[in-house]
Every structure is written in C-alpha cells, then in structure tokens.
C-alpha cells in the first residue's frame, strides 16, 4: 500500500487484561469529540472466530456501536486463519478506514498480528502447504502437542526459541514453515509505510493478577461455560481454536472433570503465565510509549501523545 492509501496508525498493546479494549474505545471516542474519526482493528488471533465470545473477551454489540470494529468473527472455529490471512484482511481495512479520513488504533495481545502490520512483516514470503499443514494437524490430534514440540526443537531450535509452545496454532504453523524451509531467518519486515504511534499498557503485577482473576469469573457468570456447550455442538472440540484459555477449562465443568471454581482458578493461572510471555515479547518492541495503566486506563496521555502524532 501506498502512504496515501495508509491511515495514521495508533498501536494500543500490552498484556491480556491491561485495559486495551476500554482505552481503545475511549481513544476513538475522544478522538472523535475533537472532530477526528476513528476506527478499531482487533488484533487478536482468537477474536477472528465467531461464537467465541466471551472467552475471548471480545468488544460487546454496544461496544462495537459506539466505535467502528474490524478484525472480529472473520471465521468458524474450525476453519484455518494465519498471520499470513491477516496481514490481508487487515490491510483491505486499513485502505477502507484511510478512503473514510479516519485513524486506525489497531488494538490487541497478539504480538505477531500487531508486528505483521505495524511493522510490515513479510508474512506472504513465508511458505505453506495445505497437505503438510493438515499432516501436522492429524498428529496434533493423535500424538498431542508435546511431540510437535519435540519435533520443532528438532529441527528448527531458532524457530522454536521464539514460539509460544503452549500454543497449538503457532506451533502448527512454526513447524510447517520448518518444513518446508527449514530453521532459516523470517523475512526482514517493510516497515508500515508511514509513521506509526507505538502505545503500551503496563500494569503493576498484584494489579494485574487481581485483573485477571476477576475477569475469569466474570467470564464463566456471564456465559462462558453454556457458550461453549453450543460451540461443541456444532465444532469437533479436539481444534486447536478449542485450546484457547477458557474454553478448555470450560469443556472441563462440561465433562465433570473440573468444578466451577476449580475451572475458574485454573483459566487465571494460565492468564497469568500467558500474561508473562506476552511481557516478554512486548519488551522486545522498540519505540514504544508505556503508560501506566494500573489504576485506570490512562486516556490524557493517550490522547496527547495521538493528537501530536497526526499533527507532526
């Protein structure tokens, strides 16, 4: 895309349960209060599939009417969806929201999505192969996890050095780009195009923790485990989409190998060693501007800090 065809670009990143979604919407609106319109793209690989919800703490109805959303309920649960098909659905909405004048505040926790875009990954030099994926996929089911794992370390240690491996979907992917072009470097990144403001949510541990054990049960009181009944209903649960945290805890109380509160307890602790390897990837970001959000999402600096940025 060309620079006229990009729209400014506000990055709102930061650990699960740091306040993106409320500081993204309150952003857009106060944007919007001083006649800049605004629009929001999810970056978050769970929030692509439809159905899932509330596990995925996904921005409400009424949320979604106040501010314009992208990147959200782009497919089934069991349908395939890489960085690769996200760097493409982002950048045809991107090029809609900079045809509407507007300012894109692309707003998530998945690391890979935000550099895809604000970085400009090279993510369609990347190698895949339908056959390969779905022969990496059979022995997920059949062998579990811990093999793939093995099997990555094996052959791509690099690769596997900065991959989630508690995370079906990257270790699929990961290893079939090993495959197929073995433990080489990733693509050099493009660049976005043009400038781009870098925000990030820090959030003092005990904080955080409390956060996020609220919101666990705050998820399963609104839903999370009748949610799940259905998608089970309708979807194989041994996908990996079925892996993401919360929906394997609720499977758990479904199948009455887990209580509530024992479920609950558990989606917290995996929040919170999932918080910690997000950390850990977004310290490796440069340029980018922290704000303490650890008693509230902190929109004056937020503001300031976007309305210098278009004006620069």
Do not use: C
């Not at 890489?82 to 045809?92: G, I, R």
């Amino acid at each position: 895309m060309t620079d006229s065809a990009l729209p400014p670009l506000v990055v709102v990143a930061g650990v699960t349960a740091s306040g993106k979604t409320a500081l993204s919407l309150a952003l857009a609106e106060a944007l919007a209060a001083h006649g800049i319109p605004a629009e929001i793209v999810s970056a978050d690989s769970r929030q692509v599939y439809r159905g899932m919800d509330i596990g995925t703490a996904k921005a409400t109805p009424e949320e979604r009417a106040r501010v314009p959303h992208h990147g959200l309920d782009l497919v089934d649960p069991d349908q395939p969806f890489s960085v690769a098909d996200y760097s493409v659905y982002a950048s045809a909405a991107l090029a809609g929201i900079a045809e509407r004048g507007a300012v894109a505040i692309l707003a998530g926790g998945t690391g890979f999505y935000l550099r895809a875009v604000a970085r400009g990954l090279a993510v369609d030099e990347l190698p895949w192969d339908a056959d390969v994926r779905a022969a990496i996929e059979a022995r997920l089911v059949a062998e579990g996890l811990p093999s793939l794992v093995a099997e990555l370390r094996g052959v791509a240690p690099t690769r596997a050095a900065a991959v989630d491996l508690r995370n079906p979907r990257r270790v699929v992917r990961a290893l079939e780009i090993a495959r197929l072009r073995g433990d080489a470097p990733l693509p050099e990144p493009r660049g976005y195009g043009r400038a781009v403001l870098w925000l990030g949510l820090s959030v003092e541990p005990p904080v955080l923790r409390e956060h996020i054990r609220a919101r666990a049960r705050a998820q399963f009181e609104a839903g999370l485990v009748e949610e799940t009944r259905a998608l089970v209903a309708r979807f194989d649960p041994s996908l990996p989409s079925f892996s993401g945290i919360g929906y394997a805890e609720a499977r758990a109380v479904i199948e009455g190998r887990l209580s509530l509160e024992a479920a609950i307890a558990e989606d917290a602790r995996r929040n919170l060693l999932f918080a910690r390897r997000q950390a850990t990837w977004f310290r490796r970001e440069p340029d980018v501007l922290w704000l303490d959000a650890t008693r509230e999402a902190p929109l004056g600096q937020a503001l300031a800090a976007t309305r210098a940025y278009i004006t620069a």
